[in-house]
């Protein structure tokens, strides 16, 4: 069974970055696509960004799109999201996914 674990998260000012981080355990982990999703208060759950088992193919939100980044180390079985140029807007809890499994979330605050 395939666990994740997000880390990086953090309150920043408008304008600020952080690089969010997830282990992942349990599969052959180059062979899977993972996924960035966030969830803000009193909203669905949203997609971010996602990148192929290789990272060759990489997609983002168009609402993150110039701003974050999705990539992967697949020697350290993990998946990084470089967020840069953060907004209000962006705060939220942040989940990393593979398939059905979802790590626990980790919380990005920006203020203004």
């Known amino acids: 069974q395939v666990q994740l674990v997000e880390s990086g998260g953090g309150l920043v000012q408008a304008g600020g970055s952080l690089r969010l981080s997830c282990t992942a355990s349990g599969r052959t982990f180059s062979s899977y696509s993972m996924g960035w999703y966030r969830q803000a208060p009193g909203k669905e759950r949203e997609f971010v960004a996602r990148i192929s088992g290789g990272g060759g193919g990489t997609y983002v939100a168009d609402s993150v799109k110039g701003r974050f980044t999705i990539s992967r180390d697949n020697v350290k079985n993990m998946v990084y999201l470089q967020m840069n140029s953060l907004k209000p807007d962006d705060t939220a809890v942040y989940y990393c996914?593979?398939?059905?499994?979802w790590g626990q979330g980790t919380q990005v605050t920006v203020s203004s």
């Open positions: 996914n593979q398939g059905p499994v």
